[in-house]
Every structure is written in C-alpha cells, then in structure tokens.
C-alpha cells in the first residue's frame, strides 16, 4: 500500500509550547488557507478571530471558564476538581502564544421553515468549520509551527462570544492555539489506523 503524504503525518497536536511570538503574517497565512476548503453553496460562513495579547487570551479562558464552572456544578462535581480542569483549561488557553476562534455565521447558508432542516444546514456549516480548522492546522504544520485544536467553544458559544464583544451573529465553535512545539512535549505516539474495520469497500 503506498504511504500517507508526509505533510498530513507531520500535523500532531501539541499541547506545550516555546514562549517564541507567532508572527501576524504567518497567522494571516494560516487563515487564508482556512478559508480555501469546502462549504456548502459556495458559501463561507467562517470568521477567524486572531488572539495575540494575553489580556485578550484571557477574557476568552474566563468567559467560558465561568460557564464551565456553573455546568460542573450543576453535574454535581466535587469542587476541588471543577478547580482543577478550570485552572488547566485556563493554562491550555493562556499559555499558548497565539489562538485562533473559529466561528460560524448564517452568511450563505440556505434558510429552512422547519427544524429538521435548519439543524442539518448548521450541520453543513459545522463539517466545512472542521475542514477550514483542518486546512489552517495543516498550513501552519506545514511552515514548522504547531497547533492543537480545544473544544471548549463548542459548549459555550456565546459566552466565548460575549467574552471577546464579538458581533451577535459570530458564534465561536473551534478554538485553536498555535506556537513553536516546546522540544520537550511528549505527545501519545499516533496508532495504526485499523482499516479493515474502520472501511468497507462495496
Ligand atoms: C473537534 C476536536 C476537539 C478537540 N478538542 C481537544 C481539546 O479540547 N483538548 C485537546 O488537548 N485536544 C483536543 N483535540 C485534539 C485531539 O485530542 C487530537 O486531534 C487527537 O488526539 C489525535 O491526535 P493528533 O492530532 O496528534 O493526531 C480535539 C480534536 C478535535 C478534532
């Protein structure tokens, strides 16, 4: 079988970085090749907000850090441990030496009078926010920087929102941070893709 193109193998997610600046063209560059994948309708319902100052950093960790902690209060988790996944979270976001918020917007997508339809047209918009995401973290692998894509937008858009006075209608949904890899980041070694079980050939 032949081999994986070496620059989709060198993307890994990095989770500790050097304290070196990520330069604002470099970053512009990154989003540029966001902003190239596939979308519904020819549409581009993407904007990236580009964070480099830490005070910005960390309004956005504190916004959804707030959310975060009335969720896992009200799940009942023991409150040293709410601490806890909040001061890392907290660590992941600020520490980075840039990020880029991904967000969707209605622009372009189609409008539907009933649910079904609505939610699998934000679906739409979220699969191509994921292969923007995918695009920008590949660019940025690709030029010798890293990245690693957080979650914690998804579960809080408009807090995330709100915490940057972002416009109404730009609903955050990926967060990644960016930076040089810290040479001492141990990351989980990548597995075998298990093939026979993951496709089936019809
Ligand atoms: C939608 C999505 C959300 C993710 N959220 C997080 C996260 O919150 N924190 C984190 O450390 N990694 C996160 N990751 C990164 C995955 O853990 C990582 O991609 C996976 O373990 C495979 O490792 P690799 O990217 O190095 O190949 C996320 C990835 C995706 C696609």
């Known amino acids: 079988m032949s081999s994986l193109p070496a620059f989709l193998e060198a993307r890994r997610s990095i989770r500790s970085y050097l304290p070196e ?3 604002r063209d470099l970053i512009d560059t990154w989003i540029e090749a966001a902003c190239i ?3 519904p309708h020819h549409s581009r319902p993407w ?3 580009a964070i480099d100052s830490d005070a910005t950093k960390a309004d956005l960790a504190n ?3 707030e959310r975060w902690r009335r969720d896992l209060t009200a799940d009942g988790v ?3 441990l709410i601490d806890s996944l909040i001061e890392k979270s907290y660590r992941t976001i600020t520490s980075a030496p840039a990020l880029v918020l991904g967000c969707l917007t209605n622009e372009g997508l189609d ?3 009933d649910d079904q339809r609505r939610i699998a047209e934000w679906g739409l918009a979220l699969l191509s926010l994921g292969a923007a ?7 940025a692998a690709d030029s010798g920087w890293s990245s690693c894509w957080v979650a914690a937008p998804m579960f809080c858009p408009e807090e995330a929102r709100d915490s940057l006075k972002l416009p109404s209608d730009w609903l955050p949904h990926a967060l990644v941070t960016l930076g040089r890899a810290d040479p001492n980041y141990i990351g989980r070694p990548r597995p075998e893709v298990p093939l026979e079980s993951l496709r089936r050939f019809i």
Not at 133 to 139: H, K, Q, T
């Open 21 to 23: 600046s990520v330069p």
């Open 37 to 39: 994948a596939p979308a």
């Open 47 to 49: 904007r990236f907000v």
């Open 63 to 65: 916004g959804m850090g």
């Open 78 to 80: 023991d409150l040293d």
């Open 111 to 113: 409008a539907y009078p």
């Open 133 to 139: 995401v995918e695009n920008l973290m590949l660019a």
